[in-house]
């Protein structure tokens, strides 16, 4: 089980989300932690970009090392691995609205001017830490079944 309060210690020390989140599922999945973030490090903000969600990146990595063990879309276990996925945008976006971090956050983390703005609003506290730590939740059901 992930331990939510020091992964949200991790993120307010300056990790970003992607590297939070697969850093600390990375044991049940697998991989060291350090290896882990490393994998997760250009994730965070949205993929630099504001697109797809850190938390999301860094938990479908996590799925992707305990379920993505096909070769092809055809095989059977790729539906299983599909599904959870599926689950994971489904639960985060009822959760959020959205899997974009620009949508969360109202503001682009990629834009400087923006990036001041999400600090000075503390929304990498409100918003950010709120999603890891439900984001871990989630993957806690998720990776047990």
């Known amino acids: 089980m992930a331990n939510e309060a020091q992964a949200a210690c991790e993120f307010s020390g300056g990790k970003n989300c992607s590297m939070t989140v697969f850093g600390a599922l990375a044991e049940q999945v697998g991989l060291d932690k350090d290896t882990a973030e490393r994998i997760a490090a250009g994730f965070g903000g949205g993929v630099g970009c504001g697109s797809v969600c850190g938390c999301v990146t860094g938990a479908l990595m996590a799925l992707g090392m305990k379920y993505a063990d096909f070769k092809t879309g ?27 971090c620009e949508r969360m956050l109202g503001l682009n ?3 400087p001017a923006h990036k ?6 503390g929304l990498r506290s409100s918003v950010c830490e709120k999603a890891i730590r439900d984001t871990l939740r989630l993957m806690e059901r998720l990776l047990r079944d």
């Open 74 to 100: 055809d095989d059977p276990r790729a539906e299983a691995f599909y599904a959870k996925r599926e689950a994971l945008f489904s639960a985060f976006r009822a959760k959020y609205g959205t899997i974009c």
């Open 109 to 111: 983390p990629s834009i």
């Open 116 to 121: 001041a703005l999400i600090k000075q609003r």
